[in-house]
């Protein structure tokens, strides 16, 4: 494996959407809704302005949940059913290339203009409330900052996973969205159904065990238990226990959920 090849495809990957203004489009969005959660959050209980970080980072949680992870799938779900539609897979892999390079190329270039664009719009908002947040609260949120992108590579890895699985774009978009709407909205809707259809008897304990299969619930409790307060809000002190409040190691299980899907999509892209 050569990374100078690597490297080749993944800085023109990263071009190909400065070129297009996707990443300028992207922070530009992360700016204005993160604006508007921090300045307009608490509107419904009759204030407006900046509160406190722990409120600005629990608002802005469920923002990143809905909102990274979409825009990772539809980023990445074309990185090589796109290619081979357009005609170019065979001709790119007829160059001095191995599929694996090729796929690691692909994915580099991807995270880097999804990265740039997630510290560019988040670190803009920090800027505009520095002389508002403490060294504490900076720090607090440039943790936030980075579990963002954490979460963002995650589902990007699933992106280009289910870009090597598919043989057409239209399925391939299909099934990314299917896998937002499986991640987002219903894998906790049936854990909660099947705690409330037992009556809490089945699955009370392994609740927060199997929240760790969904890369969204790990960036939840990454940020719900980084402050007292925020944790305090989600009220999820009593669901995850103290073992699995720990930052490295849902650090480690988000890395898992980055590696896992390219290890899959390498194997399956072989010849």
């Known amino acids: 494996m050569e990374f100078q090849q690597i490297f080749t495809i993944a800085g023109k990957e990263f071009r190909d959407r400065m070129r297009n203004r996707w990443v300028l489009a992207v922070a530009l969005v992360f700016t204005v809704f993160s604006l508007a959660i921090a300045y307009f959050g608490g509107a419904q209980q009759g204030t407006v302005g900046f509160r406190s970080i722990e409120f600005t980072i629990a608002s802005l949680v469920s923002l990143v949940i809905y909102l990274i992870p979409l825009i990772a799938l539809l980023l990445g779900f074309d990185a090589i059913v796109g290619e081979r539609e357009r005609g170019s897979l065979d001709l790119l892999l007829s160059l001095p290339i191995t599929r694996l390079e090729l796929l690691l190329g692909k994915y580099l270039g991807l995270a880097a203009a999804l990265t740039l664009s997630t510290l560019a719009g988040f670190g803009l908002v920090a800027v505009l409330l520095v002389r508002q947040l403490s ?39 299909g099934l990314a969205i299917a896998a937002w709407f499986f991640f987002v909205l219903v894998f906790d809707l049936l854990l909660l159904g099947t705690l409330v259809a037992t009556g809490g008897s089945h699955g009370g304990e392994a609740m927060a065990y199997l929240l760790l299969l969904n890369p969204a619930d790990v960036f939840r409790i990454l940020n719900v238990f980084s402050l007292e307060d925020v944790r305090t809000l989600y009220g999820l002190t009593s669901i995850v226990p103290p073992a699995l409040a720990k ?4 650090g480690s299980v988000m890395a898992a959920w980055i590696v896992a899907p390219l290890v899959l999509a390498s194997w399956r892209f072989k010849p």
Do not use: D, I, K
Request: no cysteine; proline share 2%.
């Open 135 to 173: 060294w504490a609260g900076l720090f607090h949120y440039g943790g936030f900052m980075f579990s963002s992108v954490l979460l963002g590579l995650a589902f990007l890895s699933m992106a280009v996973l289910l870009s090597v699985l598919t043989q057409e774009r239209t399925r391939a978009s």
């Open 247 to 250: 930052p490295w190691l849902m």
